[in-house]
């Protein structure tokens, strides 16, 4: 890989009724009218661009958002379990501001109840995901993910450790990274998971 586009996913019915779903099998969670056409938006923004490859996680709001953006290309397709969104437990189906609240009160280390996945090990997948996406001999990937995901690679490459807190990361906004910068993040976040604690700065 030399040249990473990378986007969350458009707006779904899950995002716009605020509900959070980590588990790709729970529940129907497509664009909204108001997704799609930020799916189209994405796509013109990549007009032009030569893209070899795309990658989206196994979630459909991902899946969709890819494919109407790239809409009218025959372009191949990888989907990629580690750039899933983070598995939320027992809050799973439930308000988001629940699991939020819920993340911001406990360490990166702390499991959700009902059995899922911390902050620390969800980051460890990502960059085991984003390892497989450097490793890959297409020049330019189109990564289609999800908010999480982009957020600690956007701080990452900024030279930032994970927060407790992060910035909202924009539906279908390509961020682009080289080769390099990609690297340099996957570094800082593995250092960091060996003893995980939030950047308080």
Known sequence: MQTLILARHAE??????????????????????????????????LAGREIDLYLTSEFARAQQT???ALAGLELPW??????????????????LDFYTTWA??????????GGG????????RF????????????????????GLVV???REATAGNEPRARHAPVPYARPFEYGA????????????????PRWNET
């Open 78 to 95: 990888l989907e990629l379990a580690e750039l899933n969104d983070i598995r939320v437990g027992a809050f799973e189906g439930g308000p």
């Open 117 to 124: 996945e911390s902050r620390a090990e969800a980051a460890a």
């Open 66 to 68: 890819a494919r109407i």
């Open 151 to 153: 957020s600690y690679l």
């Open 12 to 45: 779904s019915d899950c995002s716009a009724r605020g509900v959070v779903n980590g588990d790709p099998e729970s529940g129907d969670c497509p664009l909204t009218e108001r997704g799609e056409e930020e799916a189209r938006a994405l796509g013109r923004s």
């Open 180 to 195: 390099d910068e990609l690297e340099r993040a996957l570094d800082l976040l593995e250092v960091w998971l060996r003893a």
């Open 127 to 146: 960059v085991r995901g984003f390892r497989i996406v450097l490793a890959r001999s297409e020049r330019t990937i189109l990564v289609v993910t999800h």
């Open 104 to 113: 911001h009160e406990n360490g990166p280390e702390e499991r959700p109840p």
